[in-house]
């Protein structure tokens, strides 16, 4: 019995051993929860001060690239395209101008690009270093120029052949021995062609060619001799003096120009049948008729005469009633082409006298006068009374 309470005392300690046992083991748990803290502020006790952030850099100067594009008809609309150290493209302004910007320094390559146009230089390099560039970066347009050729064929048709174009611009050409012809400085639109050739007949007989942005090559024709018999066409432009080497120009079913001889003759053969104009020139002379319509029909046609008449130089004698003013110091005289209005001045200096003569003139044109009175002190009249003059 003594030995199992002693048992039971040994097993049981008192009171106050469980007070010490419950505060070491609490003591224990803290130093677990103390010791790394206390690593941690050891680690941390290193530095000392308040944290420092750090400032993100500032951000990299950038620069600009601005150049004009002349004329503005060229320049107007054009795209511009950088390239090199940084890629971009932009339109240049109703003036030409144009702009990069928010440009890093280094080298770049600026070109210009119109439909219809070329630029001089066709491309610019810069480079850009702590600066914009606002200078040297020009470039001139220029309007796109084409061609349009072709070959008439066989060569004995072709050979010295009239070529005419029409329609979006208008020109004339001989093809050469081999019946090759060309036209140049033609801008886009469409033209038509058409040759020509006494004594012979052309297939197709006129063509279209629409110019858009490219030489058009190939308006080719094939000529054929005028099967049967051919006639002439003949005349005489008189007096002499008008006549001799007049101009005599023939157009409509065949084109041809000759030169009248000594006496005022002319002939054109190898004429097929058709209808012609005949048209004589000459300087100096004018032509009664200015010029006839002929039709050949199977036969010669002789008789188609001019008469050739000199340009008569003409000038117009002026006089008028000297003013009732003493103060006048002199006249103006005013000539216009329109009765009562748009009267120019003809003298440089006051006419002091009371007549001017004009002798510039044109011939088959009806003229008007008027004359006005100035004073010493520069004051002018109204005008007076207008008088015309019909010119021959």
């Not at 107007?76 to 390239?83: E, F, I, K, P, W």
């Not at 000594?262 to 209808?275: D, K, M, Q, V």
């Not at 004009?358 to 004051?379: K, L, M, P, R, S």
Request: with cysteine; proline share 5%; charged share 5%.
């Amino acid at each position: 019995m003594m030995m199992r309470r002693k048992s039971q005392f040994q097993a049981s300690p008192p009171a106050q051993t469980h007070q010490i046992i419950s505060r070491l083991r609490g003591a224990l748990a803290l130093a677990g929860i103390l010791a790394p803290l206390a690593f941690l502020w050891g680690c941390g006790g290193v530095v000392s001060g308040q944290s420092t952030q750090t400032s993100p850099p500032p951000p990299a100067q950038t620069y600009s690239i601005s150049g004009t594009i002349s004329p503005a008809a060229g320049g107007s609309g054009a795209t511009v395209t950088l390239s090199g150290a940084a890629n971009a493209t932009t339109t240049a302004d109703s003036s030409g101008n144009f702009t990069f910007s928010g440009l890093a320094n280094g080298t770049y390559t600026v070109t210009p690009s119109h439909a219809g146009y070329t630029f001089t230089p066709s491309s610019l390099s810069v480079t850009v270093s702590g600066a914009n560039i606002t200078t040297g970066m020009n470039f001139t347009a220029a309007a796109q120029t084409f061609t349009i050729s072709g070959t008439i064929s066989p060569a004995a048709g072709g050979s010295g052949a009239t070529v005419t174009l029409s329609g979006a611009a208008a020109a004339t050409t001989t093809a050469d021995g081999a019946g090759n012809y060309t036209f140049t400085g033609l801008a886009n639109g469409t033209y038509a062609v058409t040759p020509s050739r006494t004594g012979y007949t052309f297939n197709p007989g006129t063509q279209a060619a629409t110019v858009s942005g490219a030489n058009v090559p190939g308006i080719n024709f094939t000529a054929t001799a005028q099967v049967g018999q051919t006639f002439s066409m003949s005349g005489t432009i008189s007096p002499t003096t008008g006549g001799s080497g007049a101009t005599v120009t023939l157009s409509g079913a065949a084109a041809a120009t000759t030169t009248a001889d000594g006496a005022g003759n002319y002939t054109f053969s190898g004429l097929g049948n058709g209808t012609y104009a005949v048209t004589p020139t000459n300087t100096g002379f004018t032509f009664t008729p200015a010029n006839q319509s002929v039709t050949v029909n199977s036969a010669n046609v002789s008789g188609v005469n001019f008469t050739a008449s000199a340009q008569v130089a003409h000038s117009v004698a002026l006089s008028w009633i000297a003013s009732t003013t003493s103060t006048v110091s002199g006249y103006n005289v005013y000539r216009s082409t329109v009765s009562g209005t748009g009267y120019a001045k003809m003298n440089s200096l006051l006419v002091s006298v009371l007549i001017y003569t004009d002798g510039t003139v044109q011939n088959a044109t009806t003229y008007y006068y008027v004359t006005t009175a100035v004073d010493a002190i520069g004051t002018e009249s109204t005008y007076s009374n207008e008088v015309p003059a019909v010119i021959p």
